[in-house]
């Protein structure tokens, strides 16, 4: 396979150098994230614009040509559903709460994200339920209720839910009509600072939680950055995702209210390279963590933030995970089942494509400002959005014939590797970025979640 359709429109949207694709061979395999919308050519092509570059910033670095790059259709399958293949001595997490869910209503069908315990308590107030209220108690609830109505009523007391639609409805949606508006992903320069020496270590603040901007930090460790995740320490964390997605990386916990720990992290900043967001937008804006409140205080700065809805129209201000916005913007409804035009059972895509996709896309972009960075310095700022990888799915990846049969199921086998951690013995999928002299492994396994000092780890 000489060419993956969807990676052109990636590069460009990174604002590669087209003459570079030539560089990247695939290895097609069946059984590689079926579904009935593109998937494994959105993951290819994702995952071949992050490879790419990187190694374009490592040939940049080096000052040689930019490497050869390979694209294995089944290290990128696995490494899109590597939460599900994780082991923990043996034991598989949980990736869905009770609470997390389809459910359906008098109207249609609803989803709900209820992982996280504040969550949890914000979804039960909404709905007037207790803390013993089984999924059956609200089944029968919602099987009564407004699926749009529940929708406001949760995301009013700061819960997660929403409403199943199809493309069309969510084309037809003030939030979907602002996604389509935009690219794939907004390219920024901010002022003319110095180019970053390209023999210094790259420093990389993650403030992100959850699936996609840990796996784009977890990329950039991988490619040899020093990476320090800074958690607060009100908020839990799932210490199976963070075993999932913390390879590589160090944890650390600041309460930015705290004098004490503010001032740390203000001296974090002075000597970071990059910093990466994923909260809601304007939750972090108190603690002037804006890009623009960040470059000024840093010039030279690469700063790339994601969101689930995209920080702008009328859902800009509204928390989100992949599942909850397959189902708004129509992806469950194309994979599920219909009968006489309507939605029998909503589906889903064979891995949470929207976060790991975007995941490698933000990677990308930051490796790109890089580079960029490195040939006429600026600060750069980088901004993604789940919804705007799900237009892409939906209306902009074009599909490419995967060899095999239908049903055919991929062997995760050969790209999964074990190893030993402070966590215990851990099952993980194998990094799917790829180029020759590249790495093939992260350098160290992921440790006991916010307990690493709040220093950098290598030297400036």
């Known amino acids: 396979m000489t060419h993956a359709p969807g990676t052109a429109a990636a590069w460009d949207a990174l ?3 087209p ?21 494994i050519e959105l993951a290819r092509a994702c995952v071949g614009a992050c490879a790419l570059a990187g190694a374009e910033l490592a040939a940049t670095r080096a000052g040689r040509p930019v490497s050869d790059v390979q694209v294995d259709d089944g290290a ?3 490494a899109f559903t590597s939460e599900r293949h994780l082991l923990i001595d043996g034991r598989a997490p949980v990736n869905f709460a009770p609470l997390s869910r389809f459910w359906r209503t008098k109207d249609g069908w609803l989803r709900t994200h209820a992982n996280y315990p504040h969550h949890r308590a914000r979804l039960r107030a909404a709905l007037d339920v207790g803390e ?9 609830l919602l099987a009564g209720r407004s699926a749009f109505e529940v929708e406001e009523t949760v995301y009013a007391a700061g819960g997660l839910a929403v409403a199943l639609r199809t493309p069309e409805q969510w084309a037809a949606h003030p939030q979907g009509a602002a996604v389509a508006a935009r690219p794939l992903l907004t390219r920024e320069r901010l002022d003319d600072a110095a180019p970053r020496d390209p023999d210094r270590a790259l420093r990389v603040l993650d403030l992100t939680r959850v699936i996609a901007g840990p796996v784009a930090t977890r990329t950039l460790a991988l490619l040899g950055a020093d990476v320090l995740r800074v958690d607060a320490p009100q908020l839990p964390e799932d210490p199976d995702a963070h075993a999932d997605t913390g390879f590589g990386k160090r944890s650390t916990r600041l309460d930015l209210r705290d004098g004490a720990d503010r001032r740390t992290f203000e001296e974090l900043l002075a000597g970071a390279d990059v910093v ?27 700063v790339a933030s994601l969101s689930a809805w995209g920080a702008y129209g009328p859902w800009g201000g509204r928390r989100g995970f992949d599942s909850l916005v397959q189902v708004a913007t129509g992806i469950a409804a194309v994979e599920g089942s219909a009968v006489e035009g309507s939605v029998e059972r909503p589906g889903a895509l064979p891995a949470q494509a929207l976060d790991h996709g975007t995941g490698y896309l933000l990677a990308a972009g930051v490796l790109r400002a890089l580079t960029d960075q490195a040939r006429d310095g600026g600060s750069r700022v980088l901004r993604c959005a789940l919804a705007q990888t799900a237009a892409w799915l939906v209306n902009g990846v074009r599909s490419h014939p995967t060899p095999g049969a239908a049903g055919d199921a991929l062997d995760p086998g050969p790209w999964l590797a074990e190893t030993d951690s402070a966590l215990g013995r851990l099952r993980y999928a194998l990094p799917p970025v790829s180029f020759t002299g ?4 992260w350098a160290r396994p992921p440790g006991l979640w916010g307990t690493d000092a709040p220093t950098w780890g290598t030297r400036a």
């Open 15 to 17: 604002g590669g150098d």
């Open 276 to 302: 990466v967001t994923g909260y809601r937008p304007g939750a972090l804006d108190r603690f002037g963590l804006t890009p623009q409140a960040l470059v000024e205080r840093r010039p030279g700065l690469v």
């Open 438 to 441: 590249g790495p093939a492994d």
């Open 19 to 39: 003459a570079l694709l030539s560089r990247i061979s695939y290895l097609p395999r069946a059984g590689s994230l079926p579904a009935r919308l593109p998937v």
């Open 132 to 140: 013993d209220a089984t999924v059956e108690d609200v089944a029968e």
């Open 76 to 78: 990128v399958a696995t």
